[in-house]
């Protein structure tokens, strides 16, 4: 008994070091820590959603026009990273004080009083920049492929610089930057309408202003399949995007401090997931019964279909509700490719159909599993930003058409992007001709899996 107590005191005097230094290390430092840090990872998984971007549409656009989106992909982020910092994070939030913008100015780290041993802050401030730039630019890299094949690059990136530099923030400082939005109680958890929707508007305007593809639509109505040039590159930049989607959801936490915050994480980052997957089956069992044979390409935006939905409340469903909300939106991206069709509004990826119309759908969505939230609120501030964004959008699109023009000569159009503002191909030992005819069936997205285009890579001599 007298070694067993004598053991015990030995072992607490040798403890007793290692609880001092966990007294001495206050648990708010901590805290301040793991926040910053976790900005910084989910901030790196949000980047990494941009290579996600770039290779969906390469794979999803003609190879002709393959080194142009990569090329434009890259420079968007550029863009949002510099006009982040020269405006951006300023209107969107400071000073916004329950209005509708914030300051006009340079951005600059204040963290003086984290070093001085006050961290009230909660995180470093320019983990906080970065964690809300890259969210800027994933909003920029949707209207990317919507507009893809016909569309002049500098004219296109002009744009980027002013929805990164003012179109985004001033609508973002409405519901994240303490805004009007936020004042009455609308919630959007990581941006269904504050990111998706509002890059879904800006290529909506985008898309009917500059017009379709010459020869996507026939004069009786009919749709003519243009198929992407890389399947197997489009389905990595899905796997890549789904990755992406834990640091998009999971960061918008916001903290991971403390044990509540790490349990929110945990929940958001599944219910995350579990939406994707219910997007990506629903929608394959969708175009099954519709079209009789599975698409690829559905099946891949059926999955982003889902995470957008998931994205305006991921914390508060269960698995099983996420599953279902996922769901939905896998069905509405097989109902709408079409319907934008019918519309004659060329969207060669499906961006439209994922971003737009699920970003509506996941808003008004919320209320279902989260009581605190009104339909009412969630509608005023879907409808508030999509009549904001089509104006300013359309303004600034019609600007750029009457000064210098944004839309590729029919001749550049035909030769490929590539060749005509880039003098550049993405695949220089083969050229692709594309022979295909209208079929009735979801053109582009789903013309792959249908066999209604054939295309046959020939080797150059």
Not at 247 to 261: E, I, T, Y
Not at 386 to 396: L, N, P, R
Request: proline content about 3%; glycine content about 14%.
């Amino acid at each position: 008994m007298k070694k067993s107590i004598s053991l015990m005191v030995a072992g607490l005097l040798l403890a007793l070091p290692t609880l001092a230094l966990a007294e001495d290390a206050p648990v708010s430092e901590m805290s301040y820590i793991l926040n910053t840090f976790s900005f910084l990872i989910m901030g790196i998984l949000v980047m990494w959603m941009a290579a996600g971007f770039g290779m969906l549409e390469a794979g999803l656009v003609r190879s002709k026009n393959v080194a142009t989106i990569c090329l434009k992909n890259i420079s968007l982020f550029g863009i949002a990273g510099i006009l982040f910092y020269l405006m951006g994070y300023n209107l969107m939030y400071a000073g916004v004080d329950g209005g509708y913008i914030g300051s006009l100015g340079l951005w600059g780290a204040d963290d003086a009083a984290a070093l001085a041993g006050d961290y009230s802050a909660g995180y470093s401030a320019s983990s906080d920049w970065f964690f809300q730039m890259v969210f800027c630019g994933a909003a920029c890299s949707i209207v990317s492929g919507c507009v893809a094949e016909r569309i002049k690059l500098w004219s296109f990136l002009l744009f980027c610089a002013i929805l990164c530099g003012v179109i985004y923030p001033i609508q973002g400082s409405w519901g994240w930057g303490g805004g009007w939005l936020s004042e009455m109680g609308f919630a959007d958890y990581a941006g269904s309408t504050i990111v998706h929707s509002v890059g879904g508007w800006a290529a909506f305007t985008g898309a009917i202003i500059l017009g379709a593809r010459k020869g996507k639509y026939g004069k009786d109505g009919s749709v003519k399949p243009m198929p992407g040039s890389n399947i197997p590159l489009a389905t990595l930049g899905t796997f890549i995007l789904w990755m992406g989607w834990y640091g998009f959801n999971g960061g918008s936490v916001l903290a991971l401090g403390d044990a509540a915050s790490a349990i929110e994480m945990g929940n958001v980052i599944a219910n995350t997931n579990l939406a994707a997957c219910g997007g990506m089956i629903a929608a394959m069992i969708m175009v099954q019964v519709l079209y009789k044979k599975v698409d690829v390409t559905m099946g891949l935006n059926g999955a982003l279909a889902g995470l957008v939905s998931i994205t305006a409340g991921p914390a508060s469903p269960s698995l099983g509700a996420a599953i279902l909300i996922g769901g939905v939106g896998g069905i509405l991206v097989v109902l709408a490719v079409p319907l934008f069709d019918k519309l004659k509004i060329d969207d060669v990826v499906g961006a439209l159909s994922v971003h737009l119309v699920c970003g509506i759908w996941g808003t008004m969505a919320v209320p279902f599993t989260d009581p605190e939230t009104s339909f009412w609120v969630q509608f005023v501030g879907v409808a508030a930003t999509g009549i904001y964004v089509m104006i300013a959008s359309s303004i600034v699109w019609l600007a750029l058409k009457y000064t210098i023009g944004i839309r590729a000569s029919e001749e550049d159009e035909y030769r490929g992007l590539d060749l005509s503002e880039i003098g550049m191909e993405a695949y220089p030992d083969f050229q692709t001709i594309h022979i295909g005819g209208g079929t009735g069936m979801p053109s582009n997205v789903a013309a792959q899996a249908m066999n209604a285009a054939v295309s046959k890579p020939v080797k150059q001599s």
